[in-house]
Every structure is written in C-alpha cells, then in structure tokens.
C-alpha cells in the first residue's frame, strides 16, 4: 500500500515540478507523514526531480523552449550551489531557510500579481537586474538543495521579472539547471544513507511519468493557464511555510 501512494504522491509532484515548480512541497510533506526522516524525504524527493527533470528537459528540448545561452551558465551555478548545499544539509536544521522562502515569496508577490504582463510577454532587463537574479539564483540553488522545496517556484519569479522570460520558456531554460540540482544533492545524500532503494525507485517513476505528463500540459495549455497554476502554487507556498 505504501508504494502506491509512494507512486501516486511522484506522480502529483512530478505533474508541478515540470510545469511551475513546488513538486517538493507534495512529496516532502507526505514522505514525512509516511513516517520517513526529514533527511530521507528530502533525499527520496531529490531521486524522484532527478525523473521530473529528465521527462521536463526532454520534452522542453523538443519543443524548443529552452534558452541555451541561458541555460549552459545557470547549470554551471548551480552544479556549484547544489553541491554546497548538499554538504550543509547533512549537518543543518533547514527551519530558517523554510521562512527565507517564504519571505522571499512575499516579496516578489506584488510584482507578480499588480504585473499582467508578467509571464505573459518576454521583456529585456538591464545588465543590473540580471546581476542581482544571478545572485538571487545562486543562493536560491544552495537551498534547493538543502531544504528540496519551494526554492523552484522563486527561481520561476526570478526566471520572470530579473531575466525577462515568458513563463513556459522561463521555466524550461531553468530545467537543465535543475536536473543538476537533483543529482549532485541525491549522490551526496546516497553516500551518507539517506536514500532507502526501494521508495527512491517508485518515486523515481512515479514523477518521471508525472513530469511528462506535466511538461506536455504545460506546452499544450500555453502562458496564461501555466501562470493561472502558478498563482496556486505559490498562494500554497506561502500559507504553507508561514503559517503550517
């Protein structure tokens, strides 16, 4: 029985986390009410992005969606953040970095909802506000790695308003990038045995199907229904990490 919902929740979390991210916040929570560790859930939840990722990097890549001069240098930033965050995970208490998430959320709300045409139309920002998303995405790479949720669904605002992207491109040119930000945490945490087998398997197929069946949603519903979903994801982040 624990397998099936194992299957079920990285389907659901799959499903988000190749559309606007927050595949985290499903899995994280119902691995710890499956009586997992902190450790283990986060480590599991990492296994099950690296299948998300590879059914949303190929799907995107098909589609032509992904912005490789992008792409190529928000992997390379977080191939280093992740693996620092990774070494920090396996002796810190992630409460701090929760509520950082969640205040960050708050922040970039206003520009999010008060912005129609965010997400909506491309646009071209200054070198200096690419500068500070850069800054903002390294560090946003270092928690993902840590706490493995919420982290995704600020990188899509930053994807938005500090480097200009429409939502379905922006959030596809950040796909390869979190490929990287699955794997490199999921093998550290593979060495330090936070990774039961049989769980990481089911979950691992279970969001490679949901990460297909969300990557092909999200390019055959286009801009405005993605960013409709992502007005819900984050809503739901931030009642979730502040208040829960």
Known sequence: MQEIIIFIVGLMAGFLGATVGGGGMVAIPALLFLGFSPQSAVAINKVGDIGAFISAVSEYW???KIDWNMAVP???ITIISSTIGAQIMVRLESGFL????????????PFFFFSESLGLKSTHPSKTKKTIGLIIYALLGVEGAIVGAGGGTVI???MM???????IRGYATNTPAELF???IPAVVYSFHGFIPLVPAV???LGMLS????GANTALGKGNRWVKNLFTLVIIASVIKILFL
């Not at 929760?98 to 709300?109: D, H, K, P, S, T």
């Not at 949901?210 to 069946?213: D, E, S, V």
């Open 210 to 213: 949901g990460g297909f069946i």
């Open 156 to 158: 899509l605002l930053v």
């Open 161 to 167: 308003y500090f480097f200009g992207y429409e939502i």
């Open 98 to 109: 929760e509520l950082f998430i969640g205040v960050m959320i708050l922040i970039f709300l």
């Open 202 to 204: 089911i979950i691992f």
């Open 181 to 183: 930000n699955a794997f």
């Open 62 to 64: 098909k589609s032509k």
């Open 74 to 76: 928000l992997a390379i």
